[in-house]
């Protein structure tokens, strides 16, 4: 099992950019592939990106291809999400998760991930 926290999150300026950070605890971490997710008031959880447990293959939600990139570093235990070209439509709670997904296809439900972190808040002013 593992233990997620994420960090990061606050104000930024239409147009900018942010980096979050989800510190994971446990001696396994290198075993999940790790995903971010959003959720906005009234909104259901949306998958932002997703990494494999080597790093070396990512997934990306429609609406961030292209601004967002995940990226992780099993020696630090870390994950992250740099986010350019921030927009309003970004605002919302951002969620860290561990999947315990056979290697394969990176899950894109929120079923399908195992453990959660607490969330960050990301609030884009236009």
């Known amino acids: 099992q593992v233990q997620l926290v994420e960090s990061g999150g606050g104000l930024v300026q239409a147009g900018g950019s942010l980096r979050l950070s989800c510190a994971a605890s446990?001696?396994?971490?290198?075993?999940?592939?790790m995903g971010w997710f959003r959720q906005a008031p009234g909104k259901e959880r949306e998958f932002v990106a997703g990494?494999?447990?080597?790093?070396?293959?990512?997934y990306y939600g429609d609406s961030v291809k292209g601004r967002f990139a995940i990226s992780r570093d099993n020696a630090k235990n870390t994950v992250y999400l740099q986010m350019n070209s921030l927009s309003r439509e970004d605002t919302a709670v951002f969620y860290c998760?561990?999947?315990?997904?056979?290697?394969?296809?990176?899950?894109?439900?929120?079923?399908?991930?195992?453990?959660w972190g607490q969330g960050t808040q990301v609030t884009v002013s236009s």
């Open positions: 998760a561990a999947s315990t997904t056979s290697l394969g296809v990176i899950p894109t439900r929120a079923i399908q991930y195992d453990y």
């Open positions: 990494i494999t447990r080597s790093g070396t293959s990512t």
């Open positions: 446990g001696r396994t971490f290198s075993r999940y592939t």
